[in-house]
């Protein structure tokens, strides 16, 4: 019970975090990755910014205690759950409101999540390990394809359509793989406590490896959201990032794939949801900048 309640307050408390990050990104100058420097002096001298990134930041801790105490089956679902919470705070403080499309797409996100978390094990997976090379290994291939995706999403910067699509998948994929890193330190946690923890989390390649996938993260969604509307990069940014840290943590950690039919029907059922997101988004983005149209078509009127 404790890792749930401690899930959901991650949860909650990276939504407002997000928000507040929004609110003051429509008052910045333009940023992009391929400056960073200046992107980090833009971001830095914003109050409403830091401010955002510091509830979000005490969020991300939560969700490392929460993976302590509960295994991803339970804790990541829990953490997707903010979706639907981002959506109405966009709405009610960003005036960012979703359309249909937008909202069937977080349907299947919230359906391909459950999907996914009732194939994966139980309590006997909480605190696991896992092979450093290995964890090396994995993090450094999809920080790549998560760049490359980044990198493709700059060139169909004219689809308006698409390019949040995939400027929230690349972010996401970052976000998953930082995920990893804050299960594997959830594992230290669990098997050392607290006294023994910050000597171990130290030693390792998590917090390392951890700081490096957020910054570049960070960097990516934050030119998202500068770029295309929040209610599509951030449901897509976690969609990805939520589906690659079940999979892809599960194999990792040592997780088993499930060997009865049902629960391998399960995956597959989710991974064709998460699939169908990425088609939903760009549909309802088309929708939104009808609707947008029609707004300024009426007012001229």
Same mark, same amino acid.
């Not at 914003?46 to 509830?55: D, Q």
């Not at 991974?271 to 939104?288: H, I």
């Given at each position: 019970m404790?890792? #749930?309640?401690?899930? /959901?307050?991650?949860? /909650?408390?990276?939504?407002v975090g997000?928000?507040? &990050?929004?609110?003051? #990104? +429509? +008052?910045?100058?333009r940023i992009g990755l391929r400056r960073f420097a200046r992107m980090v002096r833009v971001l830095a001298s914003?109050?409403?910014?830091?401010?955002? @990134?510091?509830?979000a930041l005490v969020g991300l801790g939560l969700q490392i205690i929460a993976l302590a105490y509960a295994p991803l089956s339970v804790a990541q679902p829990v953490f997707f759950t903010a979706q639907a919470l981002l959506l109405l705070l966009f709405g009610r403080f960003l005036g960012d409101?979703?359309?249909?499309?937008?909202?069937?797409?977080?349907?299947?996100?919230?359906?391909?999540?459950?999907?996914?978390?009732?194939?994966?094990?139980?309590?006997?997976?909480?605190?696991? #390990?896992?092979?450093?090379?290995?964890?090396v290994a994995v993090t450094i291939g999809s920080a790549l394809l998560g760049l490359a995706a980044a990198a493709a999403a700059h060139v169909a910067t004219r689809f308006s359509a698409a390019v949040g699509v995939i400027y929230g998948a690349a972010a996401g994929l970052l976000y998953g793989v930082a995920g990893m890193q804050a299960?594997?330190?959830?594992?230290?946690?669990?098997?050392?406590?607290?006294?023994?923890?910050?000597p171990a989390v130290l030693t390792s390649p998590y917090p390392y490896l951890l700081a490096a996938t957020?910054? /570049?993260?960070?960097? #990516? @969604?934050?030119?998202?959201?500068?770029?295309?509307?929040a209610s599509v990069v951030a449901p897509v940014s976690n969609c990805v990032g939520n589906v690659y840290l079940v999979i892809v943590g599960s194999v990792v950690f040592g997780e088993r794939l499930p060997a009865d039919p049902w629960p391998l029907a399960l995956?597959?059922?989710?991974?064709?949801?998460?699939?169908?997101?990425? @088609?939903?988004?760009?549909?309802?983005?088309?929708?939104?900048? &009808?609707? +947008? +149209?029609?707004t300024v078509t009426d007012r001229a009127a």
């Open positions: 404790i890792g #749930l309640l401690l899930a /959901l307050a991650a949860a /909650l408390t990276y939504a997000l928000t507040v &990050e929004q609110r003051a #990104l +429509r +008052r910045l100058p914003s109050p409403g910014w830091v401010a955002g @990134f510091a509830i409101t979703p359309t249909r499309g937008q909202w069937a797409a977080i349907a299947c996100m919230v359906a391909s999540l459950a999907a996914i978390s009732a194939s994966v094990g139980g309590d006997g997976d909480i605190g696991r #390990l896992a092979a450093t090379p290995l964890v299960k594997g330190m959830s594992g230290l946690l669990a098997q050392y406590h607290l006294r023994g923890v910050v957020c910054v /570049l993260g960070l960097g #990516l @969604f934050q030119t998202a959201m500068q770029r295309s509307r995956r597959v059922l989710g991974f064709v949801l998460a699939v169908g997101v990425l @088609f939903l988004m760009p549909k309802g983005e088309q929708q939104a900048a &009808e609707r +947008r +149209r029609e």
